[in-house]
């Protein structure tokens, strides 16, 4: 009864007139309604729904100093009439040192931070990669430097010269071409991490070959020696796959006597990238694939050759790599052609074993030291000795 009387009472105030007052104060409560909004309900719907903007520690960033370079070790053997002494080996490698630092470039933004170092010893070099032999002729009219083959120079050193001097300022001027063309190769842009994907391709397992590898005993041999070398610049994941059916590659071999071959043109158009599945597991970091494919048993022998050299009995291109078929993908990777052992037969199991992988490891350690710029003949860790033992060391 009480409720129903004030419902009629308010249905009957609504129907009387509205007098000044009554709208000034219903005007009073729509500003008071709006300013409520402006002052609390925008700033309350701001705050909650903006995005969370930690502020950056400035002082931490202008203060941090970058990864020291990689140092890439370059070997002067100093072959003169008069044996060189230790000490003076020592003086002129601490003057070359000097040279070199005063005549360096500083590293622009994303550029591989690589820096050569050189090293002088008496007497000639052996025979291993990254060894300069430097031979002294002494009493010459004029001092100059005539560069040789075989990673070797020949140094004149006029009577009024100083050898060290001499010596110091060729050393440090072969030093600063190593570096440019170090630091200028590279195809890759930096980046503090890198996933390298080997991945095993078997075209047609069903009309060919069943092919498997021994990829953890190689890569732990081969190329985990180069993966630490290069730590203190960027370090790389690697990780390794096995694809079967991964289908015919998009342009066709062409057929010589007894084997198919690819030509140079044909090389860019090699990767099937809609058919083979090489995603990688890290989908931040930039990634490099390296593929050991394996053609379809009709198709083998599979060699990288021009038509002119098919014709002549298949020599290899003088573009593919030394005494095998592979080439570079630039921003890529690379790719191997596993050619199988004569009298493999459909069905056949091919195991490629630890010492078989040696010699694709050594093709893949190259392409990856090409994409990063670094030079295959500069050793980056000693060379083991022992013929029993060797090991990635000599891919390195």
Not at 134 to 160: C, E, F, H, N, Y
Not at 243 to 258: C, E, F, Q
Not at 278 to 304: E, K
């Amino acid at each position: 009864m009480a409720l129903g009387a004030r419902l009629r009472a308010l249905l009957a105030r609504s129907s009387e007139p509205r007098t000044v007052i009554s709208m000034h104060g219903e005007r009073q409560v729509a500003v008071l309604s709006i300013a409520l909004f402006l002052l609390i309900g925008l700033p309350l719907w701001w705050t909650t729904t903006r995005v969370y903007r930690a502020a950056l520690p400035a002082d931490a960033i202008h203060a941090f100093t970058p990864a020291d370079p990689l140092r890439l070790p370059l070997v002067f053997h100093v072959d003169a009439d008069a044996p060189l002494s230790a000490a003076d080996a020592l003086a002129v490698e601490q003057s070359a040192q000097i040279l070199i630092e005063t005549q360096r470039a500083p590293f622009a933004d994303g550029e591989w931070r690589v820096r050569c170092e050189a090293a002088v010893r008496p007497g000639a070099a052996p025979d291993a990669p990254g060894h300069y032999t430097l031979r002294i002729l002494t009493g010459t009219a004029s001092s100059g430097v005539r560069v040789g083959a075989d990673r070797s120079a020949a140094i004149s050193v006029a009577q009024a010269a100083s050898p060290r001097a001499v010596l110091a300022e060729a050393i440090a001027e072969i030093v600063a071409g190593e570096e440019r063309r170090v630091r200028g190769q590279g195809a890759l842009k930096y980046a503090p991490e890198y996933a390298v994907t080997l991945t095993l391709l078997n075209e047609d397992p069903v009309e060919g070959a069943v092919v498997d590898w021994d990829i953890e005993q190689a890569l732990a041999a081969y190329m985990q020696p180069l993966v630490r070398a290069v730590q203190p610049l960027t370090k790389l994941a690697l990780s390794s796959q096995v694809l079967y059916h991964g289908g015919p590659p998009p342009v066709t071999p062409l057929k010589a006597d007894n084997l198919t071959y690819l030509t140079p043109d044909m090389l860019p158009h090699f990767v099937n990238s809609p058919s083979w599945n090489l995603a990688s597991v890290d989908p931040i970091s930039p990634m490099l694939n390296f593929v050991l494919f394996v053609p379809t048993l009709a198709a083998q022998p599979m060699r990288i050759m021009d038509e002119d050299q098919a014709a002549r009995g298949g020599r290899k291109s003088a573009g593919s790599l030394p005494g095998s078929d592979a080439f570079l993908v630039s921003q890529w990777g690379g790719v191997a052609i596993a050619n199988l052992p004569k009298g493999t037969r459909p069905g056949d199991r091919v195991v490629l074993s630890q010492d078989a992988m040696q010699r694709y490891m050594g093709l893949f350690i190259t392409q990856l030291r090409q994409h990063l710029g670094v030079r295959s003949d500069i050793p980056l860790a000693p060379r083991r000795k022992s013929q029993a033992a060797k090991s990635a060391i000599d891919w390195v």
